[in-house]
């Protein structure tokens, strides 16, 4: 499959705006459409998205525009850059919209609290295509790092390697470098339960908890989000790999992360309620997956205690100090 000539990216949010200029940078043809016709307006005149990434000059041949049906008009890739508990509504305006053979990309990082599924699942019913045409962007990759070109790897997903590597050519700069894969089901579990991880890591450092506690969180919180993905028939050394312990690690340990951040609140003693205004409409997505992975892992008969806490924590009243201390107090086990 030849490489793209022309790219659609629908949420013009922190990751939706910065993919884009990866896409811009790396040559393609891009539209971006955001929600408020001032947004696409601003980008558009001043090149800036300031409400989510202030300071960052965006590529001139981006364009933005707030109708979802010239930008995807005539489009060989559709990326859908919104938060993961509005996708389907989101696609389901868009579908009639869709050119028939476009592959569909995925960036949001979540499970759907109403069916327990993946991402890209929920866009393969949406948009009634078959799974070949559904590929996943996963990896450490914080938008405002990104946007400052700092260099990362990521990960493009999809079950059809032609796919893959063309949306590969699509996305590679000289900053930002893709890696294909083919397991699906290892990328978005990964994606999904390490932002539910970082929380825990955000709760201990407002604890006050130092570098020990939050490495013990981050590989236990890997085998827990590993036993899930096996038990759902992922590859275990997708775990291992930049959309799993990658990026588990970027969001773990970074003051950037939206989810650590939610979490070090809440382990500051701040309410959900209150942590949510601090986080001025930004999406932390482990908040409602949480939930959502905790009712997928007991449906699949896997143990996740600090999945487990973690929701506690945020919907029935937990607090985080005992939560810990629930954690420490499990029943003695080999590794
Ligand atoms: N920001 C980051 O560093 C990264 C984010 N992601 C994932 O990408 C997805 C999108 O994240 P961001 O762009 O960062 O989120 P964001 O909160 O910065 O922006 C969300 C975007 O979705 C739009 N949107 C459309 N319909 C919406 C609705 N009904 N409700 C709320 N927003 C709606 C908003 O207007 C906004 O443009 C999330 O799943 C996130 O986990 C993945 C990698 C990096
Ligand atoms: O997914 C991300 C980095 O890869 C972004 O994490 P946050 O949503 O916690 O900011």
């Known amino acids: 499959m030849a490489r793209p000539e022309r790219i659609a990216v629908l949420g013009a949010g922190s990751w939706g705006t910065t993919f884009a200029k990866v896409l811009a940078d790396a040559g393609s043809d891009v539209v971006l459409w955001a929600r408020r016709a001032e947004v696409a307006e601003a980008i558009n005149e001043s090149r800036c998205n300031t409400g989510y990434l202030p300071g960052v000059r965006l590529p ?6 707030d109708d979802a049906a010239a930008a995807v008009h005539d489009a ?3 990326v859908l850059a919104v938060p993961s508990q509005t996708l389907r509504e989101n696609l389901a305006g868009w579908q009639p919209l869709l050119p028939a053979d476009a592959t569909l990309v995925s960036l ?44 990362t ?13 063309a949306l590969q050519h699509a996305c590679s700069t000289p900053y930002f470098r893709p890696y294909t894969n083919t397991d699906l089901i290892g990328i978005e ?5 390490k932002n539910v991880i970082a929380l825990a890591c955000g709760m201990a450092v407002g604890l006050g908890f130092g570098h020990n506690t939050m490495s013990s969180l981050i590989t236990r919180g890997l085998a827990e989000t590993t036993r899930l993905g ?9 775990f291992a790999g930049l959309a799993g312990l990658g990026d588990l690690v970027a969001t773990c340990m970074s003051p950037l992360s939206r989810n650590r951040t939610f979490g070090e609140r809440l382990g500051r003693g701040e309410t959900l309620a ?51 201390a629930e954690l420490l107090g499990r029943e003695r086990k080999p590794e």
């Open 60 to 65: 001139e041949s981006l364009r933005a525009t």
């Open 76 to 78: 060989d890739v559709v």
């Open 108 to 151: 949001a990082k979540g499970v759907e609290l109403s069916t327990l599924k993946r991402m890209s699942e929920v866009i393969g019913e949406v948009a009634d295509v078959p799974m070949e045409q559904v590929a996943v962007v996963s990896g450490p990759n914080l938008a405002k790092e990104i946007a400052a070109e700092q260099p």
């Open 153 to 165: 790897a990521t990960v493009v997903a999809c079950a059809d390697h032609d796919r893959a590597i």
């Open 189 to 193: 579990i990964a994606g999904a339960c």
């Open 230 to 238: 096996v038990a759902l028939g992922a590859d275990p050394m997708t």
């Open 274 to 324: 209150q942590a949510q205004e601090a986080a001025h409409g930004q999406v932390s997505e482990g908040v409602k997956s949480c939930s959502s992975i905790r009712q997928l892992a007991a449906r699949h008969g896997v143990e996740m205690p600090i999945t487990d806490v973690v929701h506690r924590v945020c919907h029935e009243g937990l607090q985080p100090g005992p939560a810990a």
